[in-house]
T-cell receptor, first 114, second 117 residues
C-alpha cells in the first residue's frame, strides 16, 4: 500500500541553524501539507501546497519557513534559523484532491532544537 | 471558540468491550468533513475513518464507526471489541468547506485511550 515517507526520523540541531525536512508524498496525490505537533499538544496546520505554490498557510508559517517541491517526488520544509520553540514533530501529509478527503500522514520527523 | 473539542483527555476500557470517544465541532459551513486519526506511542498519525457532512449513513470501517449527530454537531468515534493495540491517542479533525482553498485540517486536543487486559 502506498504511503507517505519522511526523512530523517529524528533531527537534532543547534538554535540558529537551518534544517530541511524531507517528504515523499504518495505518488498520485496532488496536494501536500505540513503539520506540526509540539510535545503533548494538538496537531497544528502549517502550510498546504498545490501546483507548485502555497495554497494556504497558518500564522505559524512565518518568514523563517519555506516549502519546495524540488523534483517530481520530494516535498521539503525548510526552517531557516531554528528557535527552541521549533522543537516538535513535523508531519507531512498528502491527499488525492481538494475537498473533504482523507489526508494521509507520514511517520513524522522529530525536530529537537538545542 | 474551539473548532474541535475532545472533552475526554484520558479513558480506560476493558479489552473486548466497546468504547466511545467524544468529539464536538463548531462550524457555520454546510459542507465539511470529519476525520479520526490514531496516534500510537511511536508517533505516526494513522487515518481511521471519515464522515462527510452530507453523508446520510454513519461511516463504518471494520471495528470503527462514527456516531454522527449533525444537529448536535458531534462526531463520536466508537471502537467495538477493544484490543490492546488500540491503546493510543485519538484525534478528531475537521476540514471545513468554505474559504479553505488549502484543505486545512483542524485538530482537537486528543483523547488518550488505554485498553486494560
Amino acid at each position: 500500500e502506498p504511503e507517505v515517507t519522511q526523512t530523517p526520523s529524528h533531527q537534532v540541531t543547534q538554535m540558529g541553524q537551518e534544517v530541511i525536512l524531507r517528504c515523499v508524498p504518495i505518488s498520485n496525490h496532488l496536494y501536500f501539507y505540513w503539520y506540526r505537533q509540539i510535545l503533548g499538544q494538538k496537531v497544528e496546520f502549517l502550510v498546504s501546497f498545490y501546483n507548485n505554490e502555497i495554497s494556504e498557510k497558518s500564522e505559524i508559517f512565518d518568514d523563517q519557513f519555506s516549502v519546495e517541491r524540488p523534483d517530481g517526488s520530494n516535498f521539503t520544509l525548510k526552517i531557516r534559523s531554528t528557535k527552541l520553540e521549533d522543537s516538535a514533530m513535523y508531519f507531512c501529509a498528502s491527499s488525492r484532491r481538494l475537498g473533504p478527503v482523507e489526508q494521509f500522514f507520514g511517520p513524522g520527523t522529530r525536530l529537537t532544537v538545542l | 471558540a474551539q473548532k474541535i473539542t475532545q472533552t475526554q483527555p484520558g479513558m480506560f476500557v476493558q479489552e473486548k468491550e466497546a468504547v466511545t470517544l467524544d468529539c464536538t465541532y463548531d462550524t457555520s459551513d454546510q459542507s465539511y468533513g470529519l476525520f479520526w486519526y490514531k496516534q500510537p506511542s511511536s508517533g505516526e498519525m494513522i487515518f481511521l475513518i471519515y464522515q462527510g457532512s452530507y453523508d446520510e449513513q454513519n461511516a463504518t470501517e471494520g471495528r470503527y464507526s462514527l456516531n454522527f449527530q449533525k444537529a448536535r454537531k458531534s462526531a463520536n468515534l466508537v471502537i467495538s471489541a477493544s484490543q490492546l493495540g488500540d491503546s493510543a491517542m485519538y484525534f478528531c479533525a475537521m476540514r471545513e468547506g468554505r474559504n479553505n482553498a488549502g484543505n486545512m485540517l483542524t485538530f482537537g486536543g486528543g483523547t488518550r485511550l488505554m485498553v486494560k487486559p
